[in-house]
């Protein structure tokens, strides 16, 4: 059975730091490139960051450049997201999705609630 499954949501104060993570199974984890996407109510998912199987090669939105890095572990089948310097406006439900490199299949997890207030 295919799964994604969040960890390590939270209340974290403004410029705080949090990691979230997702647990991969049921799939060819290293066929997959694995993305963390970010919703608020009312709008649309926004892309966070990717990183691909293998060379590892990440990409980031402009919005958390230089603030999150993404990061896997293969063997564990697992991807993470650290976050540092957290704003107001990172607030949101962050979702964890892998994509097949070479069939475009792609699976969602449930998603984490990642709120940053004082």
């Known amino acids: 059975q295919v799964q994604l499954a969040e960890s390590g949501g939270g209340l974290v104060q403004p410029g705080g730091s949090l990691r979230v993570s997702c647990t991969a199974s049921g799939f060819t984890f290293t066929n997959y490139v694995m993305r963390w996407y970010r919703q608020v109510p009312g709008a649309e998912r926004e892309f966070v960051a990717s990183i691909e199987p293998y060379t590892t090669a990440t990409n980031y939105g402009d919005s958390v450049t230089g603030r999150f890095t993404i990061s896997r572990n293969n063997a564990m089948k697992m991807v993470y997201l650290q976050m540092n310097n957290l704003k107001v406006e990172d607030t949101a439900v962050y979702y964890c999705?892998?994509?097949?490199?070479?069939?475009?299949?792609?699976?969602w997890g449930q998603g984490t609630q990642v709120t940053v207030s004082s």
């Open positions: 999705n892998g994509r097949n490199r070479y069939t475009g299949t792609e699976y």
